[in-house]
């Protein structure tokens, strides 16, 4: 009765367990992030350096420049946006699916300091004299677009107005955004394509906060500066030193061809395992499946983004998974041959194999450990994959296959069977 | 003299038996040692094809949906005002042309190179560019992650086995990563970001595979109960413990070459170098574990052991 009891648990065991994985993998498959390089999008590398002269880049202004840089993507409604800061003093910043590439960028590297100025460039408002979030789209009365802000004095404004009124005839209030050290209004004034938003005349003393701003927008570029005024201006100057963009088909592509690639891989793997080890290569097939489950599931638990390299990680990483069950079984082969029950096979050769899977599997952590601490990006999703596949192997491969393996060994059924292990009995010393 | 019955269980094979891999141990140094010496004379020849990833530049790809010839997207570049340093062509159909330009575009240009190509070609193109800064850290990074990983591995090695093998695994494992850099100079093939990841790996598997080996020795030496010290002696155990895991080092790396042959084939053209890596790796990763590592390990034990019975029998006479 009690032999019949473990055969009727491997199979209980077996079948519960594939119900669950059945009705876990479409959320799994849901919720995998995919990266750039499947998904498509662009990623840009900034490097940051100081707004004014002595400002210090420091861990705080970092922050402060990714805070600034997240509301500015949630404007371009991004669902998956990865902002990293690198090195100390650059950051990185991942958009996977965005759709306009050109105004992503506009809005990602200007500093957004709107300033207000006279003739002679001297400032008389600036950011921080704005209310914040308050910047709208609106019409003039020819309707062309344009940008209405709210000033947090108005006393402040009509200080500034009268000012400018008295500096007649050059009466005008220059805004400017993006000033830089240099940039003159004289020099710019009679350029066409002139570096300020606009130059209007003040005629009287404006004691109000309503401004308008109307500069010739197109539609989008009036969205564009509401969006910059409202999510805050950068405390920091940005430049590009490293930009990679996938199109979205480009992106389909690769990773429909690695999946075929890895699908076929794992499929051949499953057959050499099944024809070379029979009964054991069946077990290591049933704990394979489990692996690449749990992988995904830690995958999706940690949040971690699917790239490229990391399907090839999973990938390899099973074959890696294999070579636990492989060392087990050849053990107990070993064991079998040297005339030993298969009930004694079994525990002698699991246990002699365990130190050997042990060591081989922490060596590789040690260096997909490494590459997660040096990688960038791309190669840190590799590394994340394989230091989880490593660490799953332990648990599927090894007590996976002692478990499945233990109830039908211990059931008896396979008690002087050693061709369901692949040992010839001619092999088996004494026979 | 250790003799088959000495060993608990030796079951392998019988076609192992005539295998005997202390007998070539030094045509298998020499030509590992060519091979080493072939690949220091392709460095300084044909150094190393490094992608935009550790020079700098742009790299854009373009995959169309018709086929298309290395003239005509020569020509179509030079039109827009880039000249393209190389151009690639990939793809079954090759649909898909890989350009690089040995120049860094601005924000600016970026857009209008996508857009020209967009017209031209209907297809919205990858377009990729490094700054030289950016490349010099991901290389530096790089070879300071393996040197990090091969020092960690090394005391691993020495606490759970002994120095000497330490030694000669981290031998066989920097063997096989030059061995992997040697055919990518030789072969001119372009190296990128992944291509670290690549030699990552196989360090990583190259131990893994020695380790297992070395397992197999520190038993069998346990098992024989008797005080190994020439060269015959360990040589024999190195022998036998081969062959005891050839089977699993066989099929091992037959399970790791499946998905690596099948990527290589149908997977996605921007991981071909990084599988082409994989796959070089893993077959000189077995040839190092059993041809290099274990018998040089035997070499270095018996000339270890021989110079300290030299050294005691001095100390006793004097």
Redesign the interface.
């Known amino acids: 009765m009690r032999k019949k009891g473990r055969l009727f648990s491997f199979f209980a065991i077996l079948i519960v367990s594939a119900v669950i994985l059945g009705l876990v993998t479409m959320p799994i498959i849901h919720n995998v992030k995919l990266g750039l390089d499947l998904k498509g999008g662009f990623e840009v590398l900034y490097q940051v350096k100081p707004l004014k002269a002595g400002q210090k880049i420091d861990a705080n202004t970092m922050s402060n420049a990714v805070a600034a840089l997240n509301k500015r993507i949630n404007v371009l409604g991004v669902s998956e946006p990865n902002i990293s800061i690198q090195n100390g003093n650059r950051i990185d910043v991942q958009l996977p699916g965005v759709k306009d590439e050109k105004r992503a960028r506009q809005l990602l590297s200007t500093t957004a300091n709107l300033t207000f100025r006279d003739y002679k460039d001297r400032l008389m408002l600036d950011g921080s004299d704005l209310q914040p979030g308050k910047a709208k789209v609106a019409f003039d009365e020819l309707n062309h677009p344009m940008v209405t802000l709210q000033l947090k004095s108005a006393s402040k404004f009509a200080n500034v107005t009268r000012k400018i009124l008295n500096e007649a005839p050059n009466n005008v209030m220059v805004i400017w955004m993006d000033y830089q050290k240099g940039d003159s209004f004289q020099k710019e004034a009679n350029k066409t394509n002139h570096k300020f938003i606009s130059a209007p005349s003040v005629q009287s003393v404006l004691n109000t906060n309503d401004v308008q701003i109307t500069g010739n927008f197109t539609m989008q570029e009036a969205n564009t500066l509401r969006d910059l005024l409202n999510s805050g201006s950068l405390p920091v100057k940005m430049t590009e030193v490293y930009s990679t963009s996938v199109g979205a088909q480009f992106g389909q592509n690769s990773m429909t061809d690695t999946l075929f690639a890895g699908a076929i891989g794992v499929a051949a793997i499953l057959l050499f395992m099944l024809l070379f080890y029979r009964l054991g290569g069946l077990v290591a097939d049933i704990t394979l499946a489990y692996y690449i489950f749990i992988v995904m599931g830690v995958f999706v638990g940690l949040q971690a983004v699917l790239t490229l390299p990391g399907i090839a990680a999973l990938i390899l990483g099973i074959g890696m998974a294999v070579d636990a069950n492989i060392i087990t079984l050849e053990r107990i082969k070993d064991e079998i041959r040297s005339g030993k029950s298969i009930l004694s096979a079994f525990r002698a050769g699991s246990k002699r194999a365990l130190p050997t899977v042990v060591d081989a599997n922490l060596t590789t952590i040690i260096a997909a450990g490494v590459l997660f601490a040096f990688g960038v990006s791309s190669v840190k999703g590799f590394a994340v994959m394989l230091l989880i596949s490593n660490i799953v192997t332990f648990i599927a491969s090894v007590y996976g296959q002692r478990l499945f393996l233990g109830l039908l060994v211990h059931s008896g059924v396979l008690n002087d069977k050693p061709e369901l292990f692949g040992v010839r009995r001619s092999d088996i010393r004494g026979n | 003299m250790v003799t088959k019955s000495d060993m608990?269980?030796k079951?392998y094979n019988k076609f192992y038996s005539h295998l005997d891999f202390m007998k070539y141990r030094n045509v298998f140094f020499i030509f590992s040692s060519a091979l080493i010496v072939l690949g220091i004379i392709s460095l300084f020849v044909f150094r190393m094809n490094l992608g935009i990833d550790f020079s700098s530049g742009t790299r854009v790809?373009i995959?169309s949906s018709q086929p298309l010839s290395s003239q005509h997207v020569t020509q179509a570049f030079t039109d827009l005002g880039y000249k393209p340093d190389t151009v690639v062509l990939s793809g079954n159909k090759n649909h898909i042309a890989t350009v690089r330009l040995n120049r860094e575009l601005?924000?600016q240009q970026?857009?209008q190179l996508?857009n020209d190509i967009q017209t031209k070609y209907h297809?919205?193109?990858?377009?990729?560019?490094?700054?030289p800064?950016?490349g010099r850290?991901?290389a530096r990074?790089?070879l300071?992650?393996l040197i990090?990983?091969s020092i960690?591995?090394i005391i691993?090695?020495w606490i759970?086995f002994e120095f000497l093998q330490g030694l000669t695994a981290v031998l066989a494992l920097i063997h096989d990563a030059f061995f992997i850099v040697t055919v990518f100079s030789l072969f001119h093939i372009e190296v990128n970001?992944?291509f670290?990841?690549a030699v990552?790996?196989i360090?990583?598997?190259s131990?893994?595979d020695t380790?297992?080996t070395f397992?197999r020795v520190r038993e069998n030496i346990k098992l024989s109960r008797k005080r190994l010290s020439t060269l015959q002696e360990l040589g024999d155990v190195v022998n036998v413990s081969i062959r005891?895991?050839l089977?699993?080092s066989i099929?091992?790396v037959?399970?790791?070459?499946?998905?690596?042959?099948?990527?290589l084939?149908?997977?996605?053209?921007?991981?071909k170098t990084?599988?082409i890596a994989?796959l070089v790796g893993l077959l000189c990763g077995v040839y190092s574990s059993i041809c290099i590592a274990c018998p040089l390990w035997a070499v270095m034990k018996a000339h270890y052991l021989a110079g300290r019975k030299v050294r005691r029998t001095v100390r006793t006479q004097g």
Do not use: C, M, W
């Not at chain 2, 037959?254 to 990527?263: G, N, R, S």
């Open positions: 608990n269980y079951h790809d995959q601005n924000q970026i857009a996508k297809v919205n193109p990858n377009v990729s560019t490094v700054s800064q950016v850290d991901l990074n790089g300071f992650a990090i990983a960690f591995i691993y090695v759970r970001v992944l670290i990841s990552l790996t360090v990583g598997y131990i893994n380790i297992v397992d005891e895991t089977t699993r099929n091992t037959l399970t790791v070459l499946f998905p690596v042959i099948f990527l084939i149908f997977g996605s053209d921007s991981i990084f599988t994989l």
